[in-house]
């Protein structure tokens, strides 16, 4: 098993540029997040899901898209970046919510 | 609302001390806790977990009871090592009456020099 496999692991975007970080699991885990985790601090969530189509704003879903058209993937969609959102992103998934399994990360700077 | 508090860091330590590091939760009822690990440039990992009152979680040496009577979840190993460098976070999954969501303490991050 993959387990939670996100890409790209590091991006450097202009300020006003789009662009849309992958996430895809492989244990047929019905929950599905994404948080972002800034230096010194905690995780925040942005979004989740509960189930392919249905997903819910976090903590911190200003400036954040996603959607969920299958199990298996869970894009985030920046749009317009800013340099607040310079962050490390992480993606994870859960079965009933019994402890999560995290992929390994995504840093973004917004220059 | 459901809250984690942990001790604040970052903690260092000589290889082969004993290692406490404080986690107090709020919440109603009896949530699951849980505690992860993030060692440097990686994702979070699931340590070690509990479900229910006394209980004891326990992975790689390390160790975490429930207790209810203090709303208390302090994870402990007895004989740290380099390689346990890294940030620990301790969280809560409040008691599901409909779907609800991990919540994250800030992370204690932990050096252990040789």
């Known amino acids: 098993n993959a387990g939670v496999t996100q890409t790209p692991k590091f991006r450097i975007l202009k300020i006003g540029q789009s662009m849309t970080l992958q996430c895809t699991q492989d244990?047929?885990?019905?929950?599905m997040y994404w948080y972002r985790q800034d230096p010194g601090m905690g995780l925040k969530l942005i979004y989740y899901?509960?189930?392919?189509?249905?997903?819910d704003k976090g903590e911190v879903p200003n400036g954040y898209n996603v959607s969920r058209s299958t199990t298996e993937d869970f894009p985030l969609r920046l749009e317009l970046a800013a340099p607040s959102q310079t962050s490390v992103y992480f993606c994870?998934?859960?079965?009933?919510?019994?402890?999560?399994?995290f992929g390994s990360g995504t840093r973004l700077t917004v220059v | 609302g459901d809250s984690v508090t942990q001790m604040e860091g970052p903690v260092t330590l000589s290889e082969e001390a004993f290692l406490t590091i404080n986690c107090t939760y709020t919440?109603?009822?009896?949530?699951?806790l849980f505690w992860y690990v993030q060692y440097p440039g990686e994702g979070l990992q699931l340590l070690l977990k509990?479900?229910?009152?006394?209980d004891k979680g326990s992975n790689k040496g390390f160790e975490a009871t429930y207790r209810k009577e203090t709303t208390s979840f302090h994870l402990e190993k007895g004989s740290v090592q380099v390689s346990d460098s890294a940030v620990y976070f301790c969280?809560?999954?409040?008691?599901?009456?409909?779907?609800?969501?991990?919540?994250f303490g800030p992370g204690t991050s932990l050096s252990v020099i040789p």
């Open positions: 994870a998934s859960s079965l009933d919510t019994d402890g999560y399994t």
């Open positions: 969280a809560l999954l409040p008691m599901k009456t409909s779907y609800d969501k991990v919540i």
């Open positions: 899901s509960v189930g392919a189509g249905i997903t």
């Open positions: 244990m047929n885990h019905n929950y």
């Open positions: 509990a479900t229910k009152a006394d």
């Open positions: 919440a109603t009822g009896y949530p699951s």
